[in-house]
């Protein structure tokens, strides 16, 4: 009993890894695009910049940070001076010493920022607010992949498309000819028109050939962009048909122009910032002759601390002059962003006229297609009686073919113009 119980189990484990087996190697063989346009992404060079920005907004942080800690500065001098201070008096008998024309000094001085802790604040929103901007620009070099991996990929579904058209064409062809052997046999049509049927199929093979070495082109450059291989095996699928379309703009350069927008804004705290009194601690302590006791004039160690005020009044000349750079900065990104939003529009519009244009032309290349098989058909039973002949049964197959290598095109363009529009709107 335990023994039949342990076999169902080992045949129920065997099953189940067999199948799971099947379903990896199934999604294994098969990409969609919205995995091509992920792959695409992770794939290309430009995606390591991320890591960069990164690290270079790390260390223009600690940077700007150091802003908060003390100031220490160092300094020395050795002087001589045409004359000295002097007390003007004469006691007898008292010697008033007078100070040295060489006079020397070194001495340390940390200083501890008050109010420039505003400026550091406003460094580092700048330092956020540029690498925002970077970043953004890698995405909108990232977003452009879409539009390569759609001529690609829906390259690669026309061609696919293509070469099952031509298996249907070498069909036709094929059971022309069985049709075209009976009536051989009954003695109402030539050999010859067996020739020319089987002339026709080896077109069509070669057709298949060159189909078969343009998608090879396709799917090489594909595979590059992903970063993954893809063979005969590999099934594309084929997305789906949009049924609506939102004309509403989602493009990351929106981003990018908002993200630019907020560097104006903390370029004007900096300037607003720049132009205040500035106040901070100081402790300075030095040795020199004389120190701060002028009348000892032997080398003397000395200190002095207090609040320091320090007010570059400079900074108002420039200031209105820089603020109405600030605003032409921002009026020209405005304008960057208007042309950028009036030519994306005017690519939608075109790009929806494209897509009324092919749905009619497909509606349309459905009735030629059916038209068309009508004949063949007629002409197929006609064959075998000798009714018709076999470059009358090719002209008809042909125009048939035709019928349906136009449908597949204007099928697959159609298919790509609905995701350029989502690609070009964002969406």
């Not at 970043?135 to 001529?151: A, D, P």
């Amino acid at each position: 009993m335990i023994r039949i119980v342990f076999r169902r189990v080992l045949t129920i484990i065997g099953c189940w890894l067999i199948t799971n087996n099947y379903i990896y190697a199934q999604s294994s063989r098969s990409l969609n695009l919205d995995v091509c346009y992920r792959l695409a992404e992770n794939n290309y060079p430009l995606v390591k910049q991320y890591a960069l920005l990164e690290k270079t907004k790390e260390y223009s942080l600690t940077n700007a940070s150091k802003g908060y800690l003390p100031q220490i500065n160092v300094g020395g001098q050795a002087s001589y001076q045409s004359d000295v201070t002097q007390i003007p008096i004469s006691i007898p008998h008292i010697d008033i010493p007078s100070m040295n024309k060489d006079q020397y000094k070194l001495y340390g001085e940390v200083s501890q920022p008050l109010t420039d802790l505003f400026m550091v604040k406003h460094q580092k929103e700048l330092v956020y607010a540029n690498a925002a901007v970077e970043k953004q620009k890698v995405e909108v070099e990232l977003y452009k992949l879409k539009e390569r991996i759609n001529q690609f990929y829906f390259g690669i579904l026309l061609i696919d498309a293509q070469i099952a058209q031509a298996e249907v064409l070498k069909k036709d062809i094929r059971s022309g000819m069985n049709r075209n052997d009976v009536a051989i046999a009954n003695g109402i049509a030539l050999k010859s028109s067996s020739d020319v049927l089987g002339a026709e199929l080896l077109k069509a093979d070669q057709r298949t050939i060159e189909l078969k070495a343009t998608r090879k082109g396709y799917v090489d450059m594909l595979s590059l962009f992903i970063n993954r291989t893809i063979d005969e095996h590999t099934i594309l699928e084929k997305p789906f048909t949009a049924t609506s379309l939102m004309t509403e703009i989602n493009r990351p350069e929106l981003k990018l122009f908002e993200t630019q927008k907020k560097t104006f804004d903390v370029h004007n705290k900096l300037i607003d910032t720049k132009a205040l009194p500035h106040f901070s601690l100081f402790f300075q302590g030095g040795y020199g002759r004389p120190g701060l006791n002028m009348l000892n004039n032997n080398f003397d160690l000395y200190y002095i601390g207090g609040v320091r005020l320090t007010w570059n009044i400079a900074s108002f000349y420039t200031r209105k002059q820089e603020k109405q750079l600030l605003n032409l900065s921002q009026n020209a990104l405005q304008v960057q962003k208007e042309t950028f939003l009036f030519n994306t529009n005017l690519t939608l519009k075109q790009q929806d006229s494209e897509i009324a244009k092919l749905e009619e032309l497909i509606q349309t290349d459905r009735d030629i297609v059916q038209l068309r098989e009508n004949v063949k058909l007629s002409a197929q039973n006609q064959l075998a009686y000798g009714a018709t002949t076999t470059n009358d049964y090719l002209i008809y197959i042909n125009a048939e073919d035709q019928a349906k290598q136009n449908m597949i095109i204007h099928e697959i363009q159609l298919l790509m113009a609905q995701y350029s529009f989502k690609t070009t709107s964002g969406n």
